[in-house]
């Protein structure tokens, strides 16, 4: 009988950890072996002061991290039991998984797993196909599986109401220097494992653009390329906003965007009404939901893309100092 993982199956599913998303892709987390659980940390040296002073983004993408973990270990055969936020004096440990009974994975963990690798943040104008029913509805129930809610904007009216309010976050950020400064350090020409390269962050933005785009750089796009004149827009929300809702809103937006990556389709991610208090609640209202938006996505079918960098996985592991 196991008694806990080990450090083979550690850096194994850490290796499809690390293929999360992150803000700025600044890969915020670590994972390390305690007493036979994998436990998954935020690290202190990657923290965003400027654009995450409150520490949500690293929270949700190292959500994220962890359902990538999770489901890594389940289609190993090795399914955890998840405790998050285990130990109240130290707030940087998300999560501890300890091995749960063991068990054959399903076909739907299968097809999640065999997305991580092919999911990819695509922020090109998307094709005018709309998303068919039955996507939209694998999307909410994927949402609603990790304990939070997906709201589909239907209608002009409702994506020009919620553009309204994504523009005016994102003129409120572009006015903060040093979150512009934080954003140009982490946009990336080269090979850096890690940062936003400048060959995935989409076209520059134009003034007819319906959503902000964040402005990492990109190419000035040909003449008719704009982007498509209705996009799906969904947006993610948690019953809550304490820490550990924001982990747990991670761990339904990770699984959102593997059951699109499954279902054949792109997205790319908005966060800054998230990201300005006064636009999250207007937001929220406009929604007429109770609990928290955590995340916005727009949603369709798009040219295929490569996955960004990532830091390999020996550098975010924390092993015991005999085995490192
Ligand atoms: C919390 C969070 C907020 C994000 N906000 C934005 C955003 O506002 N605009 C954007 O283009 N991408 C956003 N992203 C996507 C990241 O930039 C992206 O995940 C990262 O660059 C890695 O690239 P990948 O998604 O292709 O793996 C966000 C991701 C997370 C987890």
Do not use: K
């Not at 005016?168 to 090979?191: C, I, K, N, Q």
């Amino acid at each position: 009988m196991e008694t806990g993982y080990t450090v083979e199956q550690l850096r194994a599913a850490a290796t499809d950890a690390v293929r999360a998303p992150s803000l700025h892709n600044v890969q915020p987390w670590r994972f390390r072996l305690r007493d036979g659980g994998i436990e998954v940390l935020l690290d202190p040296t990657r923290r965003l002061p400027a654009t995450d002073p409150s520490g949500w983004g690293a929270r949700v993408a190292g959500g994220a991290a962890l359902f990538n973990l999770r489901l890594a270990l389940a289609v190993a055969g090795a399914p955890a039991t998840v405790r998050l936020r285990p130990y109240p004096s130290e707030p940087d440990v998300l999560a501890r998984l300890v091995p749960d009974l063991p068990r054959r994975p399903s076909p739907a963990e299968q097809g999640l797993y065999a997305a991580i690798p092919r999911r990819f943040s695509n922020r090109a104008p998307f094709w005018p196909d709309p998303v068919p029913a039955d996507s939209r509805w694998r999307l909410g129930e994927a949402a609603r599986a990790e304990h939070c809610w997906l709201e589909l904007l239907i209608g002009v009216s409702a994506v020009n109401a919620f553009a309204e309010i994504a523009r005016s976050a994102h003129r409120v950020l572009e006015r903060d220097p040093a979150y512009r400064a934080e954003r140009e350090a982490w946009v990336r020409a080269g090979t850096e494992p890690d940062g936003v390269p400048v060959t995935a962050s989409g076209p520059r933005a134009e003034p007819q653009d319906l959503l902000p785009s964040r402005g990492f750089g990109g190419t000035q796009r040909a003449p008719g390329r704009d982007f498509e004149p209705e996009p799906l827009v969904a947006v993610l929300g948690s019953a809550g906003n304490t820490a550990v809702d924001q982990v747990v809103a991670g761990q339904a937006l990770q699984r959102v965007l593997l059951t699109a990556t499954d279902a054949g389709l792109s997205v790319s991610m908005l966060s800054q009404p998230i990201e300005v208090p006064s636009a999250r609640e207007q937001l929220r209202l406009s929604l007429g939901r109770f609990g928290t938006p955590q995340m916005v996505m727009r949603i369709g079918y798009g040219q295929p893309g490569w996955p960004t960098p990532r830091r390999s996985v020996d550098e975010v592991l924390d092993l015991p100092v005999s085995l490192a």
